[in-house]
């Protein structure tokens, strides 16, 4: 597949969003851009959906296992491209404007390896920074190499900012342009690494290889982070937050780079869980609410959380590594 830039979507915690997130990527790049979506497991309505936009916006539909990690999917999908620059952008970020020729010309202007726009998020009503890239460095702590990571202005509002171009230490997994040479000189994405430590990863490898990474305001991207979840979502949710998995990604990369991680990332993390958790109690119940009797409402919402309770696990070791 040859072009200068193509774009590759994996999904991060959900497959509902993916519709909308590609529909606004085939909106807002220029014509004939490559557009790959690593597809592990969607069935049902997004199923139908993606068919039809590849049969309709020349979407290139790469169908995987369930459970594929997202690292593991995004190097599927980067098997297929030849371009110099590849976008990736998880299924739960919406791109808007001219994201991806401004991501461009910020890496040919800069030669940086990597380019990330400002992230934005909602939550519910509310717009706020997610990351403006990101401050990460490895300290010495006593003896212990401990992995000091943080977003920059997590939790700001956006127009209180104001943000100039340059270079940051890391970027976010929800979007960024890499240049596909340096990506394969570095190995590719790890797959064994934790999902919340996988642009972390990325950041320390490419760095490590001599590779700048550069924040371009210009361009923005919003996360959408769940809820809601609906009842379509709940098997690659429960693989992408089950408890074994994750301490597993996070002891590959307290082992890789020869750091103790202090789970900056924990309370996030554990919200996320709760709240998604919630939200698919409540939109599933939602449309059933006058037609059915209280003690059916409620064995519904126990069969919910029963089927999501390795999330909840999760969620309880998150705690407990924040307090140690």
Same mark, same amino acid.
């Given at each position: 597949?040859?072009?200068?830039?193509?774009?590759?979507?994996?999904?991060? #915690?959900?497959?509902?969003?993916?519709?909308?997130?590609?529909?606004?990527?085939?909106?807002?790049?220029?014509?004939?851009?490559?557009?790959?979506?690593?597809?592990?497991?969607?069935?049902?309505?997004?199923?139908?959906?993606?068919?039809?936009?590849?049969?309709?916006?020349?979407?290139?539909?790469?169908?995987?296992?369930?459970?594929?990690?997202?690292?593991?999917?995004?190097?599927?999908?980067?098997?297929?491209?030849?371009?110099?620059?590849?976008?990736?952008?998880?299924? #739960?970020? @919406?791109?808007?404007?001219?994201?991806?020729?401004?991501?461009?010309?910020?890496?040919?202007?800069?030669?940086?390896?990597?380019?990330?726009?400002?992230?934005?998020?909602?939550?519910?009503?509310?717009?706020?920074?997610?990351?403006?890239?990101?401050?990460?460095?490895?300290?010495?702590?006593?003896?212990?190499?401990?992995?000091?990571?943080?977003?920059?202005?997590?939790?700001?509002?956006?127009?209180?900012?104001?943000?100039?171009?340059?270079?940051?230490?890391?970027?976010?997994?929800?979007?960024?342009?890499? !240049?596909?040479?340096?990506?394969?000189?570095?190995?590719?994405?790890? !797959?064994?690494?934790?999902?919340?430590?996988?642009?972390?990863?990325?950041?320390?490898? @490419?760095?490590?290889?001599?590779?700048?990474?550069?924040?371009?305001?210009?361009?923005?991207?919003?996360?959408?982070? &769940?809820? &809601?979840?609906?009842?379509?979502?709940?098997?690659?949710?429960?693989?992408?937050?089950?408890?074994?998995?994750?301490?597993?990604?996070?002891?590959?990369?307290?082992?890789?780079?020869?750091?103790?991680?202090?789970?900056?990332?924990?309370?996030?993390? !554990?919200?996320?869980?709760?709240?998604?958790?919630?939200?698919?109690?409540?939109?599933?119940?939602?449309?059933?609410?006058? @037609?059915?009797?209280?003690?059916?409402?409620?064995?519904?919402?126990?069969?919910?959380?029963?089927?999501?309770?390795?999330?909840?696990?999760?969620?309880?070791?998150?705690?407990?590594?924040?307090?140690?």
């Amino acid at each position: 597949m040859r072009h200068d830039t193509a774009v590759v979507v994996a999904p991060r #915690d959900r497959h509902s969003p993916a519709p909308r997130i590609l529909q606004a990527i085939f909106d807002n790049v220029p014509a004939g851009t490559p557009v790959l979506y690593a597809d592990p497991g969607s069935r049902g309505r997004v199923r139908r959906q993606l068919n039809r936009m590849s049969a309709t916006r020349g979407l290139h539909v790469f169908t995987l296992p369930p459970g594929t990690p997202g690292n593991a999917a995004r190097n599927a999908a980067l098997a297929h491209v030849t371009a110099k620059y590849v976008a990736f952008v998880e299924n #739960d970020t @919406l791109v808007t404007g001219d994201w991806l020729t401004t991501l461009v010309a910020a890496a040919q202007r800069t030669g940086a390896a990597m380019v990330v726009p400002l992230l934005l998020q909602h939550e519910g009503d509310i717009q706020k920074v997610h990351a403006a890239g990101g401050e990460m460095r490895i300290v010495d702590d006593g003896g212990r190499r401990r992995l000091d990571t943080r977003p920059i202005d997590c939790g700001a509002a956006p127009d209180a900012c104001r943000y100039a171009a340059g270079p940051v230490e890391a970027g976010e997994m929800h979007c960024l342009l890499i !240049e596909r040479e340096a990506l394969l000189a570095v190995g590719g994405f790890d !797959e064994r690494v934790a999902p919340t430590y996988d642009h972390v990863d990325l950041s320390l490898s @490419l760095r490590a290889a001599g590779y700048a990474i550069h924040l371009e305001p210009a361009a923005r991207a919003v996360y959408l982070p &769940p809820p &809601p979840l609906t009842v379509g979502d709940i098997g690659h949710f429960r693989f992408q937050w089950s408890a074994a998995r994750h301490e597993a990604g996070i002891a590959r990369l307290e082992q890789k780079w020869d750091v103790a991680c202090d789970y900056p990332a924990a309370r996030i993390v !554990e919200r996320r869980i709760r709240l998604a958790a919630d939200g698919l109690v409540l939109w599933a119940g939602a449309p059933l609410r006058p @037609l059915l009797p209280l003690r059916v409402r409620r064995g519904i919402s126990r069969v919910l959380r029963g089927m999501l309770q390795p999330v909840t696990v999760l969620a309880r070791r998150l705690s407990e590594l924040r307090r140690t």
